[in-house]
């Protein structure tokens, strides 16, 4: 599978510091929204700051955030994501032992989680957003009956159609969004 550009390969030991369903959030909220201190991220999430703090030392502990000094003022203390995604290769965790797997269990199931929580907010909001954006948006699935040789490759493919819409648009292009794309292929019991 093609690699996304900035990303960071998951393996058990940072795995540890990130199988958590706060430090996943912290995370994405620093990737999709750019630096911010555990006091506004608390406030955005819903959390204590005591709480987000903690979290966020240990995502720095792990490698996945670093101070951003160049925006704090005074004491604050400011936080950014070194990379702006994440791969997972289950064939990294076969034969892991119990702990390791329950922490892949707890991360698959919070990404999938996520994903939910995302397309739910976009049905509650898309009145909001223009026509163009209502029609340019996407929920189709599809069934499929492949190898899983062809499973592979169609997600390499999708994976690197994908990166090359990256970087062809920026802020000030008039009417461009972030846009979260998400794919999921697995295998079904046929019936």
Same mark, same amino acid.
């Given at each position: 599978?093609?690699?996304?550009? #900035?990303?960071?390969?998951?393996?058990?030991? +940072?795995?540890?510091?990130?199988?958590?369903?706060?430090?996943m959030e912290l995370l994405n909220a620093l990737r999709r929204r750019g630096p911010a201190t555990a006091s506004m991220l608390a406030e955005r999430l819903g959390e204590s700051s005591g709480a @987000?703090?903690? !979290?966020?030392?240990?995502?720095?502990e792990h490698g996945f955030i670093v101070d951003a000094p160049e925006h704090g003022k005074g004491r604050e203390r400011w936080w950014k994501a070194v990379d702006q995604g994440l791969t997972f290769? @289950?064939?990294?965790?076969? /034969?892991?032992?119990? =702990?390791?797997?329950?922490?892949?269990?707890?991360?698959?199931?919070?990404?999938? $989680?996520?994903?939910?929580?995302?397309?739910?907010?976009?049905?509650?909001?898309?009145?909001? %957003?223009?026509?163009? %954006? $209502?029609? +340019? +948006?996407?929920? +189709?699935?599809?069934?499929? !009956?492949?190898?899983?040789?062809? $499973?592979?490759?169609?997600?390499?493919?999708?994976?690197?159609?994908? #990166?090359?819409? *990256? /970087? *062809?648009? @920026?802020? =000030?292009?008039?009417?461009? =969004?972030?846009? *979260?794309?998400? @794919? !999921?292929?697995?295998?079904?019991?046929? #019936?």
């Amino acid at each position: 599978m093609p690699e996304e550009p #900035n990303t960071r390969k998951l393996d058990a030991r +940072s795995l540890r510091g990130l199988a958590h369903p706060l430090r996943m959030e912290l995370l994405n909220a620093l990737r999709r929204r750019g630096p911010a201190t555990a006091s506004m991220l608390a406030e955005r999430l819903g959390e204590s700051s005591g709480a @987000t703090s903690y !979290h966020l030392r240990q995502l720095a502990e792990h490698g996945f955030i670093v101070d951003a000094p160049e925006h704090g003022k005074g004491r604050e203390r400011w936080w950014k994501a070194v990379d702006q995604g994440l791969t997972f290769d @289950t064939a990294e965790f076969e /034969g892991a032992g119990p =702990e390791v797997r329950g922490m892949a269990e707890i991360y698959l199931h919070e990404v999938a $989680a996520g994903h939910a929580r995302e397309l739910s907010g976009w049905l509650s909001t898309r009145h909001t %957003w223009s026509p163009e %954006w $209502a029609q +340019s +948006s996407d929920m +189709s699935d599809m069934t499929l !009956h492949l190898t899983p040789e062809l $499973a592979a490759e169609l997600v390499g493919r999708m994976h690197t159609l994908i #990166n090359d819409y *990256r /970087g *062809r648009v @920026t802020d =000030e292009d008039p009417g461009a =969004e972030q846009v *979260r794309v998400h @794919t !999921h292929l697995f295998p079904t019991e046929s #019936n």
